[in-house]
């Protein structure tokens, strides 16, 4: 054997502790972190889900309560929120009601379904209208289903970017409305009515129609 095979068959051997003890710190290490990671989750799915976004919305700076129907009020940037949770799934329901009216008068309000349906399209926030009791007045609100879960990374800056999306739905519903409520909205305007294209290309031939039932 030469001396430089024997050199290294000498460091080899100097080195296999070392090796081993390298080894035995790399997996002592991943079982006690998959341990540990395993232990949050356990702890984190215990929480149930109105705790776990009274939690979230508590460290945005939000101070939620419950009301009496169980949902969760809180206020975000000035608006009204709600949020309804379901004990059996992860699943919430956000709304912002009433955050915008439009008068039964306005000249624009012709255009309103036109306008709630383009953004809805472009939009992961859902707007609907409805009349107040009086039928004076049509009441905006917007909604989100969404999940919510405890593994699902950092639950604050999903919680902000949902609500924030709510205001960018206002914005996009306003826009459309003041360009239509401050210009002259004469017969020509009237032909050229907003044009919804997002559904265009998938009309079928054999769409059902949905007529009211009648009594016999």
């Given at each position: 054997?030469?001396?430089?095979?024997?050199?290294?068959?000498?460091?080899?051997?100097?080195?296999w502790p070392i090796a081993l003890?390298?080894?035995?710190?790399?997996?002592?290490?991943?079982?006690?972190?998959?341990?540990?990671?395993?232990?949050?989750?356990?702890?984190?799915?215990?929480?149930?889900?109105?705790?776990?976004?009274?939690?979230?919305?508590?460290?945005?700076?939000?101070?939620?309560?419950?009301?009496?129907?169980?949902?969760?009020?809180?206020?975000?940037?000035?608006?009204?929120?709600?949020?309804?949770?379901?004990?059996?799934?992860?699943?919430?329901?956000?709304?912002?009601?009433?955050?915008?009216?439009?008068?039964?008068?306005?000249?624009?309000?012709?255009?309103?379904?036109?306008?709630?349906?383009?953004?809805?399209?472009?939009?992961?926030?859902?707007?609907?209208?409805?009349?107040?009791?009086?039928?004076?007045?049509?009441?905006?609100?917007?909604?989100?289903?969404?999940?919510?879960?405890?593994?699902?990374?950092?639950?604050?800056?999903?919680?902000k970017m949902l609500l924030d999306?709510?205001?960018?739905?206002?914005?996009?519903?306003?826009?459309?409305?003041?360009?239509?409520?401050?210009?002259?909205?004469?017969?020509?305007?009237?032909?050229?009515?907003v044009k919804i294209k997002g559904?265009?290309?998938?009309?079928?031939?054999?769409?059902?129609?949905?007529?009211?039932?009648?009594?016999?």
């Amino acid at each position: 054997m030469s001396d430089i095979t024997m050199l290294i068959a000498v460091i080899a051997l100097a080195m296999w502790p070392i090796a081993l003890f390298i080894l035995h710190f790399l997996n002592e290490r991943k079982r006690k972190l998959e341990h540990i990671e395993r232990m949050t989750k356990n702890e984190l799915d215990d929480i149930s889900t109105q705790d776990l976004v009274l939690s979230v919305l508590k460290k945005i700076g939000c101070q939620p309560e419950i009301n009496s129907e169980e949902h969760i009020c809180f206020k975000y940037q000035g608006e009204d929120f709600y949020i309804a949770t379901e004990p059996e799934n992860r699943f919430i329901m956000i709304w912002n009601p009433w955050w915008g009216s439009i008068s039964t008068d306005n000249e624009a309000l012709p255009f309103l379904k036109e306008i709630i349906n383009l953004t809805n399209i472009n939009s992961l926030i859902t707007t609907v209208y409805m009349a107040d009791e009086d039928e004076k007045t049509i009441g905006l609100h917007s909604r989100c289903h969404t999940f919510f879960s405890p593994n699902e990374g950092e639950l604050e800056e999903h919680m902000k970017m949902l609500l924030d999306s709510f205001f960018d739905t206002h914005n996009a519903v306003k826009d459309n409305m003041n360009q239509l409520s401050s210009a002259a909205i004469n017969e020509e305007t009237q032909k050229e009515r907003v044009k919804i294209k997002g559904f265009a290309a998938y009309k079928k031939e054999n769409t059902v129609p949905i007529d009211p039932e009648t009594t016999k």
